[in-house]
């Protein structure tokens, strides 16, 4: 009899031991220094017992798109001179890359300036730096070494292209409308329509020949006093240099309409200012013109608006023709 009960309780022992290990793999105390595989319960799976699987998570996570790692250039350095342009052409790598979008900034504006494009102008002479970098790494970058020099018949003053009866421009200058001052202009037209002011171009870009006809023209019909007083020599235009535009209409009596008077009053805010002012002819050498803007730039024309000067008076200079 005692050898059964011994044999039954053996038994019971070892069952009970038996539980305690299979328990044990659940509850159980774990040691912390071992790899733990993290859960994801979103993404369980059912085995075969119908209990859940652990799954990573990093089997599951799409891997991340492509950054910029690298920008090449086609050129490190570009020598221009004073008002011209150049623009190095950017790659970014790898071309998968998903956001490519550059930043331009120039380390020093007086020198050169540019713009978001990547497009390089010359405002004085001087070296400076030019860098792009990746908007979407801003660890990634590359530089462009700029060299200025002067430009050959052209006046720079304070980095402004001055084109009056005094300074005049080569007959063979022709670079056509300046980009950079036809997008100021849209973007005020476009502003301008937003308040119920309907702005137009009616005179732009204007060569050195078509300026030698309009000017010859009016010489025949009114003289040629007259004339220097409304109309410029061929070679001493605004016009020739793209930077300067008439609006809407040629008569004084433009500038007491809405849109002359919205014009006097916000073209600086868009980098122009109104060129011949009222009352400023023994300046600037032209009788009143509030048809006619000139492009300087947001921050030199606001300087220039919020002195109550012409040009000529900024700059201190003069306008008369030498014959």
């Excluded at 430009?151 to 022709?174: E, F, M, R």
Aim: glycine fraction near 8%.
């Amino acid at each position: 009899m005692k050898r059964i009960v011994s044999a039954l309780i053996a038994l019971l022992c070892v069952a009970a031991l038996t539980a305690g290990c299979g328990k044990a793999d659940n509850n159980d105390s774990v040691d912390t220094t071992e790899p733990v595989t993290t859960v994801d319960d979103s993404t369980s799976a059912e085995n075969g017992s119908g209990t859940s699987e652990a799954v990573t998570t990093e089997a599951v996570t799409d891997p991340a798109p492509g950054h910029v790692t690298e920008i090449k250039l086609d050129k490190y350095e570009v020598n221009i001179t004073v008002g011209s342009k150049d623009m190095p052409w950017v790659t970014m790598l790898p071309e998968d890359a998903e956001n490519k979008a550059e930043i331009w900034e120039s380390d020093n504006t007086s020198v050169a300036t540019v713009d978001k494009y990547g497009n390089i102008t010359g405002v004085s002479e001087g070296s400076c730096t030019v860098t792009v970098t990746s908007a979407d790494n801003k660890n990634v970058s590359a530089k462009v070494a700029v060299n200025v020099s002067a430009a050959k018949g052209l006046t720079y003053i304070q980095g402004i292209l001055v084109v009056n009866k005094t300074y005049s421009l080569p007959s063979d200058y022709n670079p056509g409308v300046d980009s950079t001052a036809n997008a100021a202009l849209n973007e005020m037209i476009a502003a301008a329509a937003k308040e119920g002011i309907n702005l137009w171009i009616a005179s732009g870009f204007r060569s050195y020949s078509r300026q030698e006809t309009l000017y010859n023209n009016y010489v025949a019909r009114d003289g040629k006093a007259a004339a220097d007083r409304y109309s410029a020599r061929p070679g001493y235009s605004e016009h020739q240099t793209g930077l300067a535009f008439d609006l809407n209409s040629l008569e004084q009596s433009f500038g007491e309409t809405k849109e002359g008077k919205w014009i006097a009053e916000n073209c600086w805010k868009y980098g122009f200012i109104l060129r011949y002012p009222q009352n400023k002819e023994a300046q600037t050498g032209y009788m009143y013109e509030p048809w006619h803007v000139r492009y300087l730039g947001k921050d030199i024309a606001e300087k220039v608006y919020r002195s109550g000067l012409c040009l000529e008076e900024y700059l201190n200079i003069t306008s008369v023709y030498a014959n």
